[in-house]
Antibody
Framework: QGQLVESGGGVVQPGRSLRLSCAAS????????MHWVRQAPGKGLEWVAV????????YYADSVKGRFTISRDNSKNTIYLEVNSLTVDDTAVYFC??????????????????WGKGTTVSVSS | DIQMTQSPSSVSASVGDRVTITCRAS??????LAWYQQKPGKAPKLLIF???SLQSGVPSRFSGSGSGTDFTLTISNLQPEDFATYFC????????FGGGTKVEI
């Protein structure tokens, strides 16, 4: 089924940066797109970014575009999220998730079938 | 972006009850909708994708229906382990989630 383990979260001051990691095991990592999703305290889920299986295509939520960068290293079965210029609104648990999808009529439809337990980012002065 | 509106935000129920959760999209998404279950402090778990297809290993008391803009998740014969928060997610990029429905005792 697969397992995902996030790391790299912590308490940081506004304007600072962090690098989150997500290590995958138990499945052929290089065959899957991967997502980051975050959840602010007491709030719902917010999709952050996706990277395709080969790293060639990446998409971001408008709320993080230009500040966050998703990447992957298929030799290490790991994805990363570089988070820069952090604000208090970025405080959240950050989950990585394995991407699945359906390609129909020239359009791709995404969902996530394996999730990690998350890593917590707290932005505070 | 497509907005997803879930209702109710919370529902009180008892073991053995039938619970229905609604998710409405701001525009048609055909059947491209997923449902997730999340327990406190845990990662979300995929239940259904697309709108009415139960994932492997998910109990048959869970069912999904709908297409276009209106969708429902129904839990029949509610079990103790079903008390959790449920989210819908539309599958067009950028992905968006509903606000969640907490099923509590």
């Amino acid at each position: 089924q697969g397992q995902l383990v996030e790391s790299g979260g912590g308490v940081v001051q506004p304007g600072r940066s962090l690098r989150l990691s997500c290590a995958a095991s138990g499945f052929t990592f290089s065959a899957y797109g991967m997502h980051w999703v975050r959840q602010a305290p007491g709030k719902g889920l917010e999709w952050v970014a996706v990277i395709w299986f080969d790293g060639t295509t990446k998409y971001y939520a408008d709320s993080v575009k230009g500040r966050f960068t998703i990447s992957r290293d298929n030799s290490k079965n790991t994805i990363y999220l570089e988070v820069n210029s952090l604000t208090v609104d970025d405080t959240a648990v950050y989950f990585c998730a394995r991407g699945r999808g359906e390609y129909v009529g020239g359009h791709y439809y995404y969902y996530m079938d394996v999730w990690g337990k998350g890593t917590t980012v707290s932005v505070s002065s | 972006d497509i907005q997803m509106t879930q209702s109710p935000s919370s529902v009180s129920a008892s073991v053995g009850d039938r619970v229905t959760i609604t998710c409405r999209a701001s525009q048609s998404i055909s059947s491209w909708l997923a449902w997730y279950q999340q327990k406190p402090g845990k990662a979300p778990k995929l239940l259904i994708f697309p709108a009415s297809s139960l994932q492997s290993g998910v109990p048959s008391r869970f069912s999904g229906s709908g297409s276009g803009t209106d969708f429902t998740l129904t839990i029949s014969n509610l079990q103790p382990e079903d008390f959790a928060t449920y989210f819908c997610q539309q599958a067009n990029s950028p992905l968006t989630f509903g606000g969640g429905t907490k099923v509590e005792i």
